[in-house]
Protein backbone atom coordinates (compact mmCIF):
# COMPACT_ATOMS: atom_id res chain seq x y z
CA UNK A 1 0.00 0.00 0.00
CA UNK A 2 0.76 3.52 -0.35
CA UNK A 3 -0.22 6.47 1.38
CA UNK A 4 1.43 9.79 0.33
CA UNK A 5 1.33 12.70 2.71
CA UNK A 6 2.82 16.43 1.51
CA UNK A 7 3.53 19.06 4.36
CA UNK A 8 4.31 22.80 3.05
CA UNK A 9 6.22 21.01 0.01
CA UNK A 10 8.26 23.64 -1.66
CA UNK A 11 10.27 24.01 -4.62
CA UNK A 12 12.65 26.57 -5.99
CA UNK A 13 14.56 27.02 -9.35
CA UNK A 14 17.49 29.09 -8.30
CA UNK A 15 15.72 32.46 -6.63
CA UNK A 16 12.51 31.45 -8.38
CA UNK A 17 10.30 29.59 -5.99
CA UNK A 18 7.51 27.65 -8.68
CA UNK A 19 5.88 25.45 -5.33
CA UNK A 20 4.63 27.47 -2.28
CA UNK A 21 4.02 25.31 0.41
CA UNK A 22 1.90 22.67 -0.65
CA UNK A 23 -0.50 20.43 1.78
CA UNK A 24 -1.86 17.41 0.50
CA UNK A 25 -3.02 13.61 1.58
CA UNK A 26 -3.56 10.88 -1.15
CA UNK A 27 -4.77 7.97 0.50
CA UNK A 28 -3.85 4.38 -0.32
CA UNK A 29 -5.31 3.41 -3.84
CA UNK A 30 -6.64 6.48 -4.63
CA UNK A 31 -6.75 8.14 -8.01
CA UNK A 32 -5.70 11.62 -7.94
CA UNK A 33 -6.15 13.91 -10.76
CA UNK A 34 -3.65 17.05 -10.88
CA UNK A 35 -5.42 19.69 -13.19
CA UNK A 36 -4.22 23.51 -13.80
CA UNK A 37 -3.23 25.79 -16.32
CA UNK A 38 0.07 25.22 -18.33
CA UNK A 39 3.26 26.48 -15.90
CA UNK A 40 1.32 25.93 -12.51
CA UNK A 41 4.22 23.48 -11.27
CA UNK A 42 2.10 20.44 -11.78
CA UNK A 43 4.72 18.04 -13.93
CA UNK A 44 7.21 19.56 -10.82
CA UNK A 45 5.38 18.12 -8.21
CA UNK A 46 5.24 14.87 -9.81
CA UNK A 47 8.84 15.21 -10.16
CA UNK A 48 9.60 15.90 -6.81
CA UNK A 49 7.45 12.75 -5.48
CA UNK A 50 9.34 10.69 -7.79
CA UNK A 51 13.02 12.19 -6.59
CA UNK A 52 14.01 13.18 -9.65
CA UNK A 53 14.17 16.21 -8.42
CA UNK A 54 14.94 17.30 -4.93
CA UNK A 55 12.30 19.31 -2.93
CA UNK A 56 13.33 23.03 -1.67
CA UNK A 57 11.54 23.04 1.87
CA UNK A 58 8.58 21.17 3.90
CA UNK A 59 8.65 17.29 4.13
CA UNK A 60 7.41 14.43 1.32
CA UNK A 61 6.05 10.93 3.35
CA UNK A 62 5.27 8.18 1.84
CA UNK A 63 3.54 5.41 4.53
CA UNK A 64 5.12 7.99 7.34
CA UNK A 65 8.50 7.24 5.79
CA UNK A 66 10.40 10.47 4.93
CA UNK A 67 11.23 10.33 1.06
CA UNK A 68 14.13 13.15 1.19
CA UNK A 69 17.11 11.06 1.38
CA UNK A 70 15.58 7.80 -0.90
CA UNK A 71 16.63 7.99 -4.82
CA UNK A 72 14.22 7.15 -7.49
CA UNK A 73 15.06 3.75 -7.96
CA UNK A 74 14.10 2.49 -4.13
CA UNK A 75 10.78 4.69 -4.38
CA UNK A 76 8.64 2.06 -5.54
CA UNK A 77 7.30 4.67 -7.92
CA UNK A 78 6.67 4.62 -11.66
CA UNK A 79 6.48 7.45 -13.80
CA UNK A 80 4.81 7.39 -17.27
CA UNK A 81 5.68 10.90 -19.32
CA UNK A 82 4.26 12.59 -21.86
CA UNK A 83 6.27 11.71 -24.71
CA UNK A 84 6.94 8.05 -24.00
CA UNK A 85 10.54 7.79 -24.09
CA UNK A 86 11.09 4.46 -25.54
CA UNK A 87 14.33 3.15 -26.85
CA UNK A 88 14.43 2.95 -30.48
CA UNK A 89 16.45 0.26 -30.56
CA UNK A 90 14.82 -2.66 -28.58
CA UNK A 91 11.55 -3.88 -29.36
CA UNK A 92 8.72 -3.99 -27.34
CA UNK A 93 9.07 -6.39 -25.35
CA UNK A 94 12.79 -5.34 -24.42
CA UNK A 95 11.24 -2.01 -23.72
CA UNK A 96 9.11 -3.51 -21.19
CA UNK A 97 11.24 -5.72 -19.85
CA UNK A 98 13.91 -2.80 -19.08
CA UNK A 99 12.59 -1.18 -16.17
CA UNK A 100 12.20 -4.71 -14.24
CA UNK A 101 15.94 -6.18 -14.69
CA UNK A 102 17.08 -3.85 -11.96
CA UNK A 103 14.50 -5.50 -9.82
CA UNK A 104 16.88 -8.72 -9.66
CA UNK A 105 14.16 -11.10 -10.99
CA UNK A 106 14.58 -14.06 -12.79
CA UNK A 107 14.46 -14.32 -16.43
CA UNK A 108 11.01 -16.45 -16.09
CA UNK A 109 9.58 -13.74 -13.86
CA UNK A 110 9.97 -11.06 -15.67
CA UNK A 111 8.57 -13.00 -18.92
CA UNK A 112 5.75 -13.24 -16.84
CA UNK A 113 5.12 -9.77 -16.22
CA UNK A 114 5.66 -8.65 -19.64
CA UNK A 115 3.11 -10.69 -20.72
CA UNK A 116 0.55 -9.93 -17.95
CA UNK A 117 0.70 -6.14 -18.75
CA UNK A 118 0.98 -6.73 -22.53
CA UNK A 119 -2.38 -8.90 -22.41
CA UNK A 120 -3.95 -6.10 -19.94
CA UNK A 121 -2.61 -3.79 -22.52
CA UNK A 122 -3.54 -5.78 -25.94
CA UNK A 123 0.12 -5.24 -26.99
CA UNK A 124 0.72 -9.06 -27.19
CA UNK A 125 0.61 -9.00 -30.91
CA UNK A 126 3.22 -5.99 -31.02
CA UNK A 127 5.94 -7.94 -28.38
CA UNK A 128 8.50 -8.38 -31.51
CA UNK A 129 7.93 -5.03 -33.06
CA UNK A 130 10.17 -1.96 -33.16
CA UNK A 131 8.56 1.94 -31.40
CA UNK A 132 9.25 3.31 -34.98
CA UNK A 133 6.80 0.25 -36.28
CA UNK A 134 4.33 1.45 -33.96
CA UNK A 135 1.15 3.99 -33.78
CA UNK A 136 1.30 6.92 -30.94
CA UNK A 137 -1.18 5.44 -29.46
CA UNK A 138 0.64 1.73 -29.35
CA UNK A 139 4.13 3.56 -28.16
CA UNK A 140 2.04 4.87 -25.35
CA UNK A 141 0.29 2.08 -24.30
CA UNK A 142 4.29 0.54 -24.14
CA UNK A 143 5.23 3.28 -22.41
CA UNK A 144 2.41 2.41 -19.79
CA UNK A 145 3.38 -1.37 -19.93
CA UNK A 146 6.68 -0.44 -18.62
CA UNK A 147 5.36 1.00 -15.42
CA UNK A 148 3.10 -1.72 -14.54
CA UNK A 149 5.80 -4.65 -14.69
CA UNK A 150 7.44 -3.20 -12.41
CA UNK A 151 4.32 -3.20 -10.07
CA UNK A 152 4.92 -0.13 -8.36
CA UNK A 153 2.77 1.43 -5.22
CA UNK A 154 2.12 4.57 -7.14
CA UNK A 155 1.62 5.82 -10.87
CA UNK A 156 2.34 8.89 -11.53
CA UNK A 157 1.19 9.84 -15.04
CA UNK A 158 2.20 13.10 -16.61
CA UNK A 159 -0.41 14.11 -19.52
CA UNK A 160 -0.01 10.34 -21.08
CA UNK A 161 -3.03 10.72 -23.33
CA UNK A 162 -1.93 14.30 -24.90
CA UNK A 163 0.02 12.95 -27.82
CA UNK A 164 -2.98 11.49 -29.31
CA UNK A 165 -5.85 12.31 -30.96
CA UNK A 166 -9.31 12.27 -29.65
CA UNK A 167 -10.40 8.51 -30.41
CA UNK A 168 -7.11 7.18 -29.13
CA UNK A 169 -7.36 9.23 -26.11
CA UNK A 170 -10.75 8.32 -24.99
CA UNK A 171 -10.12 4.63 -25.88
CA UNK A 172 -6.07 4.93 -23.67
CA UNK A 173 -8.31 7.09 -21.12
CA UNK A 174 -10.57 4.10 -20.30
CA UNK A 175 -7.41 1.39 -20.06
CA UNK A 176 -5.93 3.22 -17.83
CA UNK A 177 -9.42 3.39 -15.60
CA UNK A 178 -9.57 -0.25 -16.12
CA UNK A 179 -6.00 -1.08 -14.89
CA UNK A 180 -6.85 1.09 -12.21
CA UNK A 181 -9.39 -1.37 -11.01
CA UNK A 182 -7.49 -4.75 -11.73
CA UNK A 183 -4.11 -3.85 -10.43
CA UNK A 184 -4.41 -1.10 -7.72
CA UNK A 185 -2.04 1.27 -7.31
CA UNK A 186 -2.41 4.71 -5.78
CA UNK A 187 -2.23 6.85 -9.22
CA UNK A 188 -1.41 10.36 -9.48
CA UNK A 189 -2.48 11.72 -12.92
CA UNK A 190 -1.54 15.27 -14.67
CA UNK A 191 -3.78 16.85 -17.18
CA UNK A 192 -5.26 19.80 -18.29
CA UNK A 193 -8.01 17.94 -19.87
CA UNK A 194 -11.22 18.49 -17.43
CA UNK A 195 -13.17 15.61 -19.37
CA UNK A 196 -10.03 13.44 -18.11
CA UNK A 197 -9.99 14.77 -14.73
CA UNK A 198 -13.50 14.39 -14.46
CA UNK A 199 -13.92 10.82 -15.93
CA UNK A 200 -10.81 9.26 -13.68
CA UNK A 201 -10.37 11.02 -10.44
CA UNK A 202 -11.72 9.96 -7.15
CA UNK A 203 -10.50 13.33 -6.21
CA UNK A 204 -9.05 16.40 -8.17
CA UNK A 205 -6.72 18.65 -7.20
CA UNK A 206 -6.72 22.33 -8.79
CA UNK A 207 -3.49 24.54 -8.92
CA UNK A 208 -2.68 27.60 -10.05
CA UNK A 209 0.44 29.63 -10.08
CA UNK A 210 2.30 26.87 -7.65
CA UNK A 211 -0.43 26.52 -5.11
CA UNK A 212 -3.43 24.35 -4.55
CA UNK A 213 -6.69 26.07 -5.10
CA UNK A 214 -8.87 23.37 -3.85
CA UNK A 215 -9.28 19.78 -3.71
CA UNK A 216 -12.11 17.37 -3.68
CA UNK A 217 -14.22 15.04 -5.86
CA UNK A 218 -15.38 15.69 -9.11
CA UNK A 219 -18.83 16.15 -7.36
CA UNK A 220 -17.60 18.67 -4.89
CA UNK A 221 -15.61 20.49 -7.09
CA UNK A 222 -18.34 21.46 -9.70
CA UNK A 223 -21.17 21.63 -7.23
CA UNK A 224 -19.02 23.82 -4.47
CA UNK A 225 -16.71 25.47 -6.19
CA UNK A 226 -13.96 27.14 -4.07
CA UNK A 227 -13.14 30.32 -6.18
CA UNK A 228 -14.42 32.02 -9.22
CA UNK A 229 -10.70 29.99 -10.38
CA UNK A 230 -11.77 26.71 -9.91
CA UNK A 231 -15.17 27.56 -11.39
CA UNK A 232 -14.11 28.60 -14.48
CA UNK A 233 -11.47 26.00 -14.55
CA UNK A 234 -13.82 23.14 -13.93
CA UNK A 235 -16.34 24.81 -16.38
CA UNK A 236 -19.40 24.40 -13.52
CA UNK A 237 -21.36 27.52 -13.52
CA UNK A 238 -20.51 29.47 -11.01
P1 LIG B 1 3.13 22.42 -15.55
O1 LIG B 1 3.54 20.98 -15.59
O2 LIG B 1 1.99 22.69 -14.63
O3 LIG B 1 2.88 22.98 -16.91
P2 LIG B 1 5.85 22.83 -14.64
O4 LIG B 1 5.90 22.08 -13.37
O5 LIG B 1 6.45 22.22 -15.83
O6 LIG B 1 4.35 23.27 -14.93
O7 LIG B 1 6.55 24.24 -14.42
C1 LIG B 1 6.26 25.08 -13.32
C2 LIG B 1 7.18 26.30 -13.36
O8 LIG B 1 8.51 25.88 -13.06
C3 LIG B 1 7.23 26.97 -14.71
O9 LIG B 1 7.31 28.35 -14.50
C4 LIG B 1 8.50 26.43 -15.31
O10 LIG B 1 9.05 27.36 -16.22
C5 LIG B 1 9.39 26.26 -14.10
N1 LIG B 1 10.38 25.18 -14.27
C6 LIG B 1 10.10 23.87 -14.44
N2 LIG B 1 11.23 23.14 -14.52
C7 LIG B 1 12.27 24.02 -14.40
C8 LIG B 1 13.69 23.90 -14.39
N3 LIG B 1 14.29 22.70 -14.51
N4 LIG B 1 14.40 25.02 -14.23
C9 LIG B 1 13.81 26.23 -14.08
N5 LIG B 1 12.48 26.41 -14.07
C10 LIG B 1 11.71 25.34 -14.23
MG1 LIG C 1 3.68 19.66 -17.23
Known amino acids: ?17 VLHGIDLEIADQEFVVFVGPSGCGKSTLLRLI ?3 EPISGGTLRVNDADMTRVPPARRDIAMVFQSYAL ?9 MAFGVRILGLTK ?8 EAARMLQLEPLLKRKPRELSGGQRQRVAIGRAITRKPKVFLLDEPLSNLDAALRSQVRLEIARLHREIGGTMIYVTHDQIEAMTLADKIVVMNEGRIEQVGSPRELYETPANAFVGTFIGSPK
Not at 1 to 17: H, Q
Not at 87 to 95: A, G, L, Q, T
Request: proline content about 3%; glycine content about 8%; charged content about 30%.
Open 1 to 17: MATLSLDKVSKRFGETE
Open 50 to 52: AGL
Open 87 to 95: YPHMDVYEN
Open 108 to 115: DEIDGRVH
